[in-house]
Each structure stands twice: as structure tokens, then as C-alpha cells.
């Protein structure tokens, strides 16, 4: 690190400490909205008890969240970018925190499914700010670090929820789902409103007494519409909607394959049935897959550490597919398939940033993020084959192929694009 007496607009070189101050506050964000998308599932019986209103009809609410999570984040990264690192993290994460409490306190009121898809608008929307903003927060500060940071961050999200299941079904359970709703809601947006105005981005110059990274990165950045006319954007984004959507195929189907086995009430370990403990085991390999594969793509460069985690995930699905009826199998190689399929959200954040700079790393990183959205509207398709064919096999099938696709993509093409692209600019 570079002596203090180093200027910068903001006067100093960023310290350790402060980098990960800031890191901390982000994943504490995301841990705070975590269940809004992954605690979900404990109010759909409830409310479907107490209005008598279809689960079709309910859960469309939840589509609404995830479709505005996800593609508003490229209009909220780039007011981010435009406001500046010292005003626009404050104000996006504080309206996130706004919106995120405003949806769950419209729920706990909702007397229509108008109401209810109202509050789906407000959560959806918070979301997708802090989830946005936190991401970007993360490759800006740490460019030395930057599969680690972000990998870090998104865990907060996909394993944050754990900490309030249990909570949530207890308030449920003992004062209604109304009441959850409103005191989680108004608590965890609170927190967040409260975070938001320690965060900021760094300025100009401040890490230039950061270690240099190992792998090779952008010295321009590009703009969101300069990355949109570019072949590695938009390779980035195949690649992406292929690993997303061959995991949601497999991931969201979960319980239903279980049950096709035959063994999801079959008792594995410590009483606990097969689906109990694949879904446990499941959640914290999710979590823990982003930061680890996030750290090794530091070490070894993104592109192989795509074809590691990728080669292992097609070999999971098939492994799955043909041992899966085993109860021990399929906890195990359940765990092995979202092992490697989490690291999409450390990996491809970390890949963008690199490739095309920090400036408008948070529009750019939302841009590709959007692939998510996409990748959702092909998990019906596992349906579909199952129904045609009669069994999961070719389910497996198909999302192995599709993992070894993106390994052969990641090293034969992506790799020599993105090496040609960063020399040229």
C-alpha cells in the first residue's frame, strides 16, 4: 500500500480497512433483502388460506418480483454511475431500502391480488437497487480482488435467508403472516435506509496503492451503449443465459425429481429425509460456490476457472441423472450441481468489470445481470421434455450439453476475444 500522504480528490488512499468496511455494509444489504426472493415460499399457504385465492394466482406475484429484481437494474446501475461515487450508492441503496420496506408492509394490508402484486412492483424494484448497487460497489473497490469481493456479496444473497426462516415461520405461526410481513418488512428496509448513507464508491485515484492483479484488466472503461455493439458482451451473456437457465432447470425441479425417485421421504442421515437434507446442503453449497470459485478465477484467470467449474457441473447433472435414485447419490451430486452453478454471479460480474472497466462497471454489470431474466424463460422447457420423453434423463442430458458447451465457448472463444478486445482498446 501507498503512503497516506498520496492525494486523490478525496484527499487519501483508500486503507484496507475502509475497502472492507465498505464490502461489509454491501453484503449486509444484500443479507437484508435476501428473503424477499428465498422466504417467499413460507407466505404462499398462508395467504392462500386466509383469502382462498388460487397458488397460480399468488406466485404470479412473484413472478412480477423477480421480472423487476431483474431488468430495472440496468436503469437504477446507471443512475448510479451518473450520480457519482460519493452520491450515488447513498441515494440508490437508501431507496432500495425505501421500496424493499413499502412492498412488505403493502403485502401485510393486501386485501386483493391487485394489492398483492402492488407490493411485488415496490419489493421487486428495492431489490433489484440494492442488489445492483452492492454488486457494483464491490468490483469498483477491490479490482486486486474482485472474483472474491463479488462472490462474497452475491453469498450474502443467496445464503442470507437462512438466518430468518425460522424467525418468520415462528411470527406466522404465532401472530399471522400479516404481521410477518409487516415487522420484517419494516425492520430489514429500515436497516437498509440506515447502511446506505455509510457507503460510497471510490474516488478517482484512490486505489492506486492497491496490489496489482493477477489477471489481466481494462485500462479504459467502456460505456454501457460502447459494450452493447461489442462480440464479448454479448458471448458473455449467451454464456451466461445458458449456465443460468440449464441450473434453474435442474435446481427448480428439485422436489419434483425427488419425488419421481421415489425417495424424498427416504431418511439419509440424522433422521433427516433425502429432499430435507439435499435442500440444506443444496443451499449452503449456493452460498458458498461464489466466493470460492470467485477467489480461484483471482489466481488463475476467469476463463479457465469457467471451464473448471462448468466441466464439473455438466459431469454433476449426468452423474445425477444416472446415480440419482440412490438417496446418498442425489444429496451428493444435488450439492455437486449447485456447487458449480452459483459461481455465475461472482464469475460473469467479475469477467464484465475486467473487460470493460469500473467507471460504468454498476449499468454494465445490470446489463449482463438481465441474462438472469432471460434464462428463466427456458426452465419450462424441462417440463416440456420430461413430459415427452416420460422421465428426467434427457433433462440431465440437455443441461450437461449445455455445460460442456459453455466450457468449449469459455476457452476457444471467449478467452482469444476478450484477449484481442483488451489489446486493441
Known sequence: MTSASTMTESGVVATPARRWTQLIICILCMVLIANLQYGWTLFVNPIAKAHGWSLTSIQFAFSIFIALETWLTPIEGWIVDSLGPRLGPKLMIAFGGIMVALGWIVNSQAQSLGMLYLGAVLGGTGGGAVYATCVGQAVKWFPDRRGLAVGLTAAGYGAGAALTVVPIRMVIASSGYEAAFFWFGL????????LAWLLRGPDQGELSGVTSPKVVQSARSFSPWEILSTPV?????????????SGLMATAQIAPIAKDFGIANTVVFWGASTLSAALIIDSVCNGAARPLFGWVSDHIGREYTMAIAFGLGGIAYWLLGAM????????????????TW??????????????FGSKFATVNLSLLYTAKG??????????IIKSNTGSWHMVFVATAIMNFIVVALALVVLKPLRTRFMTKS
Open 187 to 194: 425492520i430489514q428496509g429500515g436497516i437498509v435506509f440506515l
Open 233 to 245: 458482451f454479448w458471448l458473455l451473456y449467451l454464456m451466461f443465459v445458458m449456465v443460468s437457465a
Open 324 to 339: 440419482g435414485h440412490a438417496p446418498w447419490a442425489f444429496v451428493l451430486f444435488a450439492a455437486l450441481i449447485f456447487l
Open 342 to 355: 452459483g459461481e455465475i454471479f461472482s464469475l460473469f460480474p467479475s469477467t464484465c468489470t475486467d473487460t
Open 374 to 383: 432471460a434464462s428463466a424463460f427456458l426452465v419450462p422447457v424441462a417440463n
